[in-house]
């Protein structure tokens, strides 16, 4: 199992830049992809930005030089994961709840674990 906590989120401007922290901790060296989601008001979840083991990275159209996910390795250890997204440019579209989702593969499929959610607003 595998457990993931999101911070970061918060009220910033439209222009302006926040750096959104999931740290996972369990069995991590399952992982295989880490990714950020958001869910608007009224809207599906939809994939913002993922990493793999290997660290390639795909972004959704809409964030694509705009933001950048990373691991730490520095930051993390044998128990702890860290991701982070780094959304600079922001829009007011991009107002959401960012969940941080992580995937691993098991006997019978794909395991699958989300956080509680951080939310972003940014203003005008």
């Known amino acids: 199992q595998v457990q993931l906590a999101e911070s970061g989120g918060g009220l910033v401007q439209a222009g302006g830049s926040l750096r959104l922290s999931c740290v996972a901790s369990g069995t991590i060296s399952s992982i295989r992809t880490m990714g950020w989601y958001r869910q608007a008001p009224g809207k599906q979840r939809e994939l913002v930005a993922a990493i793999v083991r290997s660290g390639s990275t795909n972004y959704a159209d809409s964030v694509k030089g705009r933001f950048t996910i990373s691991r730490d390795n520095a930051e993390s250890t044998m128990y702890l994961q860290m991701t982070y997204l780094e959304m600079n440019s922001l829009k007011l579209e991009d107002t959401a709840v960012y969940y941080c989702?992580?995937?691993?593969?098991?006997?019978w499929g794909t395991g699958n674990s989300w956080g509680q959610g951080t939310q972003v607003t940014v203003s005008s």
């Open positions: 989702n992580a995937r691993w593969p098991t006997s």
